[in-house]
């Protein structure tokens, strides 16, 4: 059972008492993110969510590092899109001692500013390997052109950013962003609600402070080709089109459709250019969402001579799913979906994780039996009306490369 309260200083608490364990986990989100970075700045949240666990209360930055691992606690601090996130896992004894520490980060950080430098320094490292990596490149450019901004901002940074970013940035992001309305924290394991509850009162009750206005999401860019110029013996090949919003109708049914086509080496996509016709070195599709937005991104890593045939059998196999899926394909996604959610049931920092997502979106946690019964429902015609919805197109389409491919028919929208 998962039950679910908020402190007086707008703090939501989720706990889920899991008896057949020994460990337990915690997962806080609050909202910021990169979108909530300054004009100009974007990457000073990077250097905050690194900056934030070096030196808090009254521990330097060694013996906070130090006080997490006396009681092996396995924690990680970082920044998604529009929020920063802390989670960890433990034995069920030590809980205690990890709220103490991360409340310590998120009330009382030191923000050391002679160790910016040093994360500006790693942080450009990231930003200039992408020249080593085209393929990671291919999507950070793709992500700069299908999404409305802030949130085509690079998870990565911008290197203008990174370099301006000082302790007066950082401390200013803290001050907008950490804050405990609207903020979640979410405990799993062997743990009792009642001594829960006292412990986050006792570390958090007195946490004080408003919350990021995290941007609304806005009108997408018209769809288009791309094409980036790089000499290589390879070519990167990238699309995304909208799709389903996390929890709408139909979303399970278009979790099962893009898992047919790229969720494993038994996908249609792997099989088809991989498998049968060696294409490509690597193929994917993959479905992410909020209930803001839904997108499908699919990539085909290749060579110069097979690369407009692997972006044709990409575009056909995934517009020729529509009619052709079998009831065996649909058993098999099914089963492979739901066997994750078993597996995740058994794991506190799965439980954690799911219920602070679930509250996250939709302000409340759904049962497992809720998300089984929704997977149970999905027949052919359900992913056929999906893909009735969202055929995989209009898209954006970006190529990596020496050479301009020739776009399939319709793809964007009008063929060349």
Known sequence: MIHSCALKNGLNVLIEEMSHV??????????????????????????????????AGSFSSRELSEAFDDV?????????????????????????????????????????????????????????????????RAMVELTKRYYPDPYNRP?????????????????????????????????????????????????????SGGSAQVPQFGQSPAHNYYHIPYESSQV????????????????????????????????RLFVELREKRGLCYSVYARHGSTTSYGTVTAYVGTTPERAQESLDVLVNEMQGLSGSVTQDELDRAKTNLKAALVMGEESPGSRASSNVTDWWFLGRVRPLSEISAEIDRVTIDSVYEFLARYPFRPASLLTLGKNELAVPTGLIGGGR
């Open 72 to 136: 092996g606690i396995r924690h990680g601090e970082g920044i998604g899109t529009d929020r920063y996130g802390f989670s960890g896992s433990m034995v069920g004894d030590a809980l205690g001692r990890a709220l103490e520490l991360v409340s310590m980060m998120v009330r009382d950080p030191h923000l050391p500013p002679e160790e910016i430098p040093n994360i500006q320094s790693v942080l450009l490292q990231d930003i200039d390997s992408l020249s080593d990596n085209p393929a990671r």
């Open 155 to 207: 998870s990565l940074g911008e290197r203008d950013g990174v370099v301006t970013s000082d302790r007066t940035t950082v401390l200013d992001i803290y001050k907008r962003c950490f804050g405990p309305q609207k903020a979640i924290l979410s405990i799993a394991g062997k743990v009792k609600r009642d001594e829960v509850l006292a412990l986050v009162e006792k570390y958090f009750g007195g946490w």
């Open 22 to 55: 020994e460990s337990a986990s915690y997962d806080l989100l609050i909202p910021g993110g990169y979108v909530c970075d300054p004009v100009g700045k974007v990457g000073a949240g990077l250097i905050l969510s690194d900056l934030i666990s070096r030196g």
């Open 236 to 267: 990167q090949i990238a699309l995304a089109s909208p799709s389903v919003r996390f929890n709408e109708d139909g979303y399970y049914a278009g979790k099962i459709a893009v898992s047919l086509l790229g969720a494993s080496m038994f996908g």
